[in-house]
């Protein structure tokens, strides 16, 4: 424990008394509870009750109590309390303790083989310097009883009628008389199952129990037969059987299906209804049906057979978000037609539009970039991860969105924007410079004045057509094959993206983006 606090510890030894035993058990109990609680060094023993081997061991012995008390001044660290198999622990201590205040931890022992097993439980916050380790032993044995076998299952039975008994013998494995506290049948259909035996209240060999199977109810029936014996020590057997009605009997399992939230768009798992026919006559299915945003497929043909199990398929419709609530509708020829099972689903999806002063429309000028700033809105509750991304895109731009990824927590809009620009190399002017020519014009004039004057008017003839032909070659560069000057081109295009939102669970949601290119 912490140099900051102290606490006391001790034990507390209570004889347990099975919760199901009825005030009319015999039960054998000490004639008062035994407290004791010893100043403890860093370590301590904790002998714990013995327990048998295949036993229920939470009814088998009585878990020792380990009080802890904060008698210091500050607050007791208590965050790491724990032990190791074939231990266990319980405790209702906070992960600190103030002042003054106590908490108890029990311990447990759930042996899985015979002989002594030793282990410790620490408390503390898990520090060697500051934790309590305190040592558990406890010592299991071999049961002194045995039942074999160690169940029976019953032929189908039909409800209202008890069938014929089928036995456990219950044998003493040992020389020491064994005393013999109850039996019990546990179960909500404990009544269903009649119980007879011949055995003595002190059981020195064997005797056997008998149980006859006479349900009160459709469908399948199970329950354990509980032997109590010398005081403390159980060993159990267990019990099955089908009922069935006279005549076409139905019964559908499970009585409800719920899809949970599959997300708009997505193939959502199918599920199934199991029908059993537990009447003695076929019953011949008149129709089976499922409500509104649901699908039923019948595999299960015109008829089902006594004791014979068939499934219908329901599927979920996801075209559009929402909650749907229906019912499977199963109409036969059984008493308790018809009979229904309950839809639920809850279809997700999110609502995707341009934020407030924004558009879904844009136009690129020339060298320029157009941006979308778009509000995310979750539909049914959505919660997980987006993912964001851009298709449709034309070639010579990019489609860029920020951020990649959003999570929603199914509640709150969220926002993102896409970001489009082109991608391609600076396009040709579409206009003719009308000024590009001037300098070749004018070197060519100056040329014709230093032309010598014997020469002049003969070469500035000759310059002048020269100057005419480079400029006319000038003029028609760039490869337009076009007999104009200016070439003519669209004054802009239009194209449509999509901003596309996919959700981690599957399925995405598609925005349009319309997108206007100035030339």
């Not at 878990?63 to 208590?78: A, K």
């Not at 006859?212 to 032997?227: K, Y």
């Not at 010579?396 to 926002?415: E, F, M, R, V, W």
């Not at 239009?494 to 319309?514: D, K, M, N």
Request: with cysteine; aromatic share 6%.
């Amino acid at each position: 424990m912490a140099s900051a606090g102290t606490c006391n510890l001790g034990f507390l030894h209570r004889t347990h008394i099975p919760s199901h035993a009825s005030k009319s058990s015999t039960i054998r109990t000490p004639t008062e509870d035994s407290r004791e609680r010893p100043t403890l060094n860093p370590l301590c023993k904790l002998i714990l009750a013995q327990a048998c081997i295949g036993a229920d061991t939470e009814y088998s012995y009585c878990p020792p109590e380990i009080q802890i008390t904060n008698r210091g001044t500050t607050p007791l660290d208590l965050s790491s309390i724990a032990t190791k198999a074939p231990f266990s622990q319980l405790n209702d201590c906070p992960t600190s303790l103030p002042v003054g205040q106590s908490c108890e931890v029990s311990a447990e022992f759930e042996p899985q083989q015979t002989g002594a097993a030793i282990g410790a439980l620490s408390i503390g916050n898990g520090s060697s310097i500051s934790s309590l380790q305190v040592a558990l032993v406890g010592t299991s044995a071999t049961p002194a009883l045995s039942l074999t076998p160690t169940s029976l299952t019953f032929p189908s039975q039909k409800v209202g009628t008890i069938g014929s008994a089928q036995t456990f013998t219950l044998t003493n494995l040992t020389d020491v008389p064994q005393i013999i506290d109850l039996f019990r049948i546990i179960s909500q259909y404990q009544t269903y199952f009649v119980e007879n035996d011949n055995c003595p209240a002190v059981l020195t060999s064997s005797c056997t129990i008998s149980i006859q199977f006479g349900p009160l109810s459709v469908g399948a029936i199970s329950a354990n037969l509980e032997v109590w014996y010398a005081n403390e020590s159980l060993i159990v057997g267990s019990m099955s059987g089908t009922a069935y009605s006279a005549g076409p009997a139905i019964s559908v399992s499970p009585s409800s299906l719920d899809f949970g939230t599959p997300f708009v768009g997505t193939n959502a798992t199918p599920q199934t209804v199991t029908l059993t026919n537990t009447g003695d006559a076929s019953v011949a299915l008149t129709s089976v049906v499922s409500g509104t945003g649901f699908t039923a497929l019948n595999a299960c043909g015109s008829s089902i057979s006594p004791g014979a199990s068939c499934a219908v398929g329901v599927f979920v419709n996801t075209s559009a978000p929402g909650t749907e609530a229906a019912s499977l509708t199963i109409t036969d020829n059984a008493a308790n037609s018809p009979q229904t099972v309950a839809l639920t689903a809850t279809v997700q999806s999110l609502s995707v539009a341009a934020s407030l002063g924004s558009s879904t429309s844009a136009t690129l000028a020339s060298g320029g970039t157009a941006t979308y700033n778009l509000t995310i809105t979750p539909v049914s509750g959505f919660k997980g991860t987006i993912a964001l991304a851009c298709s449709n895109v034309p070639a010579g731009y990019s489609c860029t969105p920020s951020p990649a990824n959003l999570t929603s927590d199914g509640k709150n809009p969220l926002t993102a924007a896409f970001t489009v620009k082109s991608t391609s190399t600076a396009a040709l002017e579409q206009k003719q410079n009308p000024f590009r020519t001037i300098p070749t014009a004018l070197t060519l004039s100056i040329l014709i004045f230093l032309i010598p004057k014997s020469m002049r008017v003969r070469g500035r003839w000759l310059v002048l057509v020269l100057a005419l032909a480079i400029t006319s070659a000038i003029g028609c560069a760039g490869g337009s094959k076009s007999p104009s000057t200016t070439p003519v081109t669209p004054s802009s295009q239009s194209y449509t993206l999509s901003a596309t939102f996919t959700a981690a669970t599957g399925g995405s949601i598609q925005l349009p983006l319309h997108l206007t290119v100035q030339n």
